[in-house]
C-alpha cells in the first residue's frame, strides 16, 4: 500500500487508515499524534476499542458493505448454502453471481482490501507505540496482546480472499499472497507469498497467547481462549491437523455448548454460554439497514429481509433429522407455524429462522453478531482428528457436539472419508451465515456445485467453478494497482 496516512479520529475513538489519492483516503474530522495517544495505558485501550468498531462500520459509504458481518454473509453467499431467494433486492446480489470480486472497480474487490488493512494499520500503531505507555506492564501486554491477534485475525481473511489457498503437501508455499505491512509505513510494498503471510500469522498469534490472559470485561474483545480459536482456524486451513485439534479443544474448555431452547433464541444475543467472540451492539451504535441483521435475520423490518428472505440449499436442509433442533432454523414449508417474518413479508421455502430479532416484526437492528463459537471448535477438533485417522476421537468429539442439538443422535461408526463428510455435514448447517462456507471450498480444494438445489437460475447465474480455477481469488481493487506501482494483479 502507498502512502498510509494514519490518524486518529477523535470524536469516534477510531483509528483510519488511507491510501493517498485512493479510495482508502478518509476525512477525519479531527486528529492528534498516534505517539499522544499511546502516551498511556488509558487511552491506548481506547483506541484498541476503536479497532473493534472499526469492524462494523460502513464502508465505501454503502450500507450493504458493514466490515466483518457483511463479509459473513458474503463468503456464504458465495458457496451454495445460503441462498438469495430472488433479485427483488440486488444486495449481495453481484457476489452470489461471482461477478463482483473479479472485478478490480468493483467496490467488493475495494472493500474487504480496505477493512482488513484499516483494521491492520491501526493494530501497527498499537504494536509500535504501546511498550512506552505511562501504565502497568499488565495493561501494555493487554493492548499489544489484542494488536496483534487483530493483525493476524485480519491478514488471515486477506490472504484466504486474495491468495491462493494454502497446500499444506507443498511447502514452501511461494505462490503470491498479500503485501505484509508491520509497521506505520507510508511506502508501497509488493505481495508476500502465501508462505510468509501464514508465517507472520502464526508468529502474531504464539505472541498475542504469550501476553494475554482469560481475563477480559466485555466478550467483545479477544483474550486467549479466542486467540487459540484463532490458530485453530489458521492450522485447519493449513492442514496442520495435530494443532488444530489442539488449540480447538484447548480454545471451547471454558465455554458449554448451548442448550435446545437456547439455540431458538435468535443467534443475537453475546451473552449466549456457547459465543465465544462478538459484536455486542449497544444503543448508540446502531446501523439501521447497514447492520448485519438488517439482511440475514427473518424479522427485521427492511425491505431486504421483506422481500429477498435468505434460504439454506435444500440438498443439505433435507438431510437434517427432524429431532436436530437445527431443523427448525429453516422453514421447508413456508407457511409453517414457526415462520416469523416481518408484515407482509415473502414466504419462500427453506427461508431461514437462524437469526431472529426481538418483536414481530422487529424494528430494531440491535443484534449481536457472533464471530466465534465453541461449535466451531468442536467441528475443528472432529475434523481434524479424523483427518489425522484418529477415529474414536473424532468421533467422540463429534458426538458430545451434536448430541446437544439432537438428542436422537447416535454416535458415528463411520471411518475415513465417511466420517470426515459427517463432519462436514454439521460444519455446513451450524456455521450457516457466519461466514466459513467460501473459504472451506478453498482451503479443501473442492469446485463451487450448487447443481439440484434450490438456486434461482436468474439469481445464481453460475452454478460451477471447479477446485483451483483463478476465479477462487479476489482480484486487486484499481486504485491499489494505481497507487502502488509494487503489486501485481491476480491472473484474470
Known amino acids: 500500500m502507498k502512502k498510509i496516512v494514519l490518524t486518529v479520529l477523535v470524536g469516534m475513538g477510531l483509528f483510519a487508515t488511507s491510501c493517498k489519492e485512493s479510495y482508502l483516503e478518509t476525512s477525519p474530522t479531527g486528529s492528534v499524534d498516534a505517539g499522544a495517544i499511546y502516551a498511556t495505558t488509558k487511552n491506548a485501550s481506547a483506541a484498541i476499542n476503536g479497532i473493534y468498531r472499526a469492524m462494523v462500520l460502513r464502508y465505501l459509504d454503502s450500507q450493504g458493505h458493514f466490515g466483518h458481518p457483511a463479509m459473513m454473509i458474503i463468503l456464504d453467499a458465495m458457496g451454495e448454502d445460503l441462498i438469495l431467494s430472488n433479485t427483488s433486492n440486488n444486495w449481495h446480489l453481484g457476489e452470489q453471481r461471482w461477478i463482483a470480486h473479479r472485478s478490480d472497480v468493483n467496490t467488493m474487490t475495494r472493500f474487504p482490501y480496505q477493512l482488513y488493512y484499516r483494521l491492520i494499520g491501526n493494530a501497527n500503531l498499537a504494536i509500535a507505540n504501546i511498550d512506552n505507555a505511562t501504565g ?33 503437501a507443498a511447502k514452501p508455499n511461494s505462490q503470491l499472497g498479500v503485501p505484509l505491512v508491520l509497521t506505520p509505513t507510508t511506502d508501497g510494498l509488493p505481495r508476500a507469498t502465501v508462505e510468509d503471510v501464514y508465517t507472520q500469522i502464526n508468529k502474531d498469534l504464539v505472541d498475542a497467547a504469550g501476553l494475554l490472559t ?96 435468505k434460504l439454506i440449499n ?81 468421533a467422540g468429539v463429534l458426538f458430545d457436539y451434536v448430541s446437544k442439538r439432537d438428542p436422537a443422535y447416535v454416535r458415528s461408526t463411520k471411518t475415513g472419508t465417511a466420517l470426515i463428510d459427517e463432519i462436514l455435514f454439521h460444519r455446513r448447517i451450524e456455521m450457516w451465515g457466519e461466514g466459513v462456507r467460501f473459504t472451506d471450498l478453498k482451503r479443501m480444494n473442492l469446485p463451487l456445485n450448487r447443481n439440484g438445489a434450490n438456486h434461482n437460475p436468474a439469481v445464481a447465474v453460475i452454478f460451477d467453478v471447479k477446485a483451483g480455477d483463478p476465479q477462487w481469488e479476489f482480484l486487486f481493487p484499481r486504485r491499489e494497482l494505481d497507487s502502488n506501482k509494487a503489486i501485481v494483479q491476480n491472473p484474470l
Open 136 to 168: 502497568s506492564q499488565a495493561e501494555r501486554n493487554q493492548v499489544k496482546g489484542e494488536a496483534l491477534a487483530l493483525r493476524a485475525f485480519s491478514y488471515f481473511n486477506l490472504v484466504q480472499l486474495y491468495g491462493k489457498r494454502y497446500d499444506g
Open 314 to 394: 435444500k440438498l443439505v436442509y433435507d438431510q437434517i433429522p427432524a429431532t436436530d433442533v437445527r431443523s427448525k432454523m429453516w422453514v421447508k414449508a413456508p407457511t409453517a407455524a414457526n415462520s416469523v417474518v416481518p408484515t407482509g413479508g415473502l414466504r419462500v421455502a427453506y427461508m431461514t429462522q437462524k437469526f431472529r430479532l426481538p418483536g414481530t416484526p422487529s424494528t430494531s437492528t440491535m443484534g449481536d453478531i457472533p464471530y466465534m463459537r465453541a461449535a466451531e471448535m468442536y467441528l475443528i477438533e472432529a475434523e481434524a482428528q479424523a483427518r489425522l485417522g484418529k477415529t474414536t476421537e473424532a
Open 214 to 309: 482469560s481475563t477480559r470485561t466485555y466478550k467483545s474483545h479477544i483474550n486467549l481462549e479466542v486467540v487459540k480459536g484463532f490458530q485453530a482456524r489458521v492450522a485447519l486451513t493449513q492442514q496442520n491437523w495435530a494443532d488444530a485439534a489442539r488449540f480447538a479443544a484447548e480454545a471451547r474448555k471454558s465455554f458449554s455448548l448451548m442448550s435446545i431452547a437456547q439455540y431458538q433464541e435468535g443467534f443475537s444475543d453475546i451473552n449466549n454460554p456457547e459465543w465465544m467472540w462478538g459484536f455486542d451492539h449497544i444503543e448508540d451504535q446502531s446501523e439501521f439497514f447497514g447492520a448485519f441483521h438488517s439482511y440475514i435475520s427473518s424479522n427485521f423490518n427492511s425491505t431486504n429481509i421483506r422481500v429477498t428472505p
